[in-house]
């Protein structure tokens, strides 16, 4: 994969302003963009997507200094996290400035804002000069694309252009901190973590993740799901269930980073490395995987919950149809 030329850039920055959709890679995932100030062109993002209108976008902005255009009120604790991690996987939710469309913000009084840190979305972000709104670029609630060929796998041709940045660094969606009330909450879980969030602002962040007051679809439930129904496992009981499922009769696959040695014959095997951040890299391709297989049942070990394993377990609880922390759902895929 080379990366793209600058006429092409160019050319994707015009597609923007003609009011069109370019689909482009972050650090986190492959993002579906369109002019964040034209509600017109947003409203081709819900429709490309099947996502439901009332959901916020984050805005792309290609550098910090450009938060007053979109945000009404900038705290010191945002300046602060900005200088710490941007370009990067953080968004921020901010009190909105009132010009910003409420197709962006889905009504909401708060706008979600983050610079990404990949060098094509910079390029584009500064060709275009403007915010990009841009969701994950794939059909709603599915599994977040994170190389080109997911995209076109996705959406075909409801995007009018598709930059190939190679595949994503992270993997896995950028952590989102809510900063519009008193108190810094987060609000989705990702490489960023709370102990990161902590150490620059001094102070504890709370945390809202499976809080169904707040609207965030990336925390519904039952997102980030493949088609495979998945069975979350420790790595102890891994080998038992997956075993169980196939004398069931069921196309099961096993994802994990070691391979039991119990496992019985016929059952795919999804390998992830043992590092969590390169868990993080792999996990959406192994989902899409299983899919591709035809498997019926995926058997995911949980990762320990420190650093982005954290992040992890809520991707996986999520495709389990487990993202509000109940213990038993029955079908992860509705
Ligand atoms: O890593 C990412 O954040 C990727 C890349 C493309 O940047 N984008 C992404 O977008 O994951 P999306 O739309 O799939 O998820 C964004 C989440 C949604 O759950 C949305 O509800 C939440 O951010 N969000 C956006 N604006 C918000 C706001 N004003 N208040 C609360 N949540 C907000
Ligand atoms: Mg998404």
């Known amino acids: 994969m080379s990366a793209p030329s600058a006429s092409e850039i160019a050319a994707a920055a015009a597609v923007l302003r003609g009011g069109g959709l370019v689909a482009f890679p972050t650090e986190t995932v492959y993002g579906l963009g369109a002019n964040a100030r034209d509600p017109v062109a947003v409203a081709k993002i819900f429709a490309a997507k099947g996502r439901p209108a009332d959901h916020p976008l984050i805005v792309h902005l290609g550098a910090a200094d450009q938060l007053d255009q979109w945000a009404a009120v900038v705290p010191e604790a945002a300046r602060r996290l900005a200088a710490a991690f941007w370009p990067g996987p953080l968004a921020m939710v901010l009190p909105r400035r009132p010009e910003v469309p409420d197709a962006v913000t889905g ?84 490489a960023v973590t709370a102990a990161d969030l902590e150490r620059v602002l001094g102070h504890p962040v709370e945390t809202a993740v499976g809080d169904a007051a707040t ?91 420190r650093g982005i394993g954290h992040a992890l377990r809520d991707r996986l609880r999520r495709a389990a149809g487990q993202g509000d922390g109940r213990p038993d759902v029955a079908d992860a895929r509705h």
Request: charged share 25%.
């Open 215 to 305: 609207p965030a679809p990336g925390r519904k439930p039952s997102h980030y799901a493949p088609l495979a129904r998945v069975v979350l496992a420790t790595a102890g009981d891994a080998a038992r269930t997956a075993n169980a499922w196939r004398a069931r009769g069921a196309r099961v696959g096993l994802m994990a980073a070691a391979r039991p040695e119990a496992l019985e014959p016929g059952i795919d095997w999804l390998a992830l490395p043992a590092d969590p951040a390169a868990q993080a890299h792999e996990l959406y391709q192994r989902l899409r995987d299983a899919d591709a297989h035809g498997l019926e049942v995926v058997v995911a070990v949980l990762p320990e919950d």
């Open 107 to 190: 009504g909401f009084d708060t706008v979600g804002l983050r610079v990404p840190g990949h060098s094509v979305a910079l390029a584009l972000l500064r060709a275009f000069g403007g915010g990009i709104a841009a969701p994950s670029a794939n059909r709603y609630g599915r599994v977040s694309p994170t190389c080109a060929a997911h995209v076109r796998e996705e959406l075909g041709d409801r995007v009018d252009h598709v930059l190939d940045g190679g595949r994503c660094d992270v993997g896995i969606e950028s952590t989102i901190v809510d900063l519009s009330g008193d108190v810094p909450r987060l609000l989705r879980p990702g």
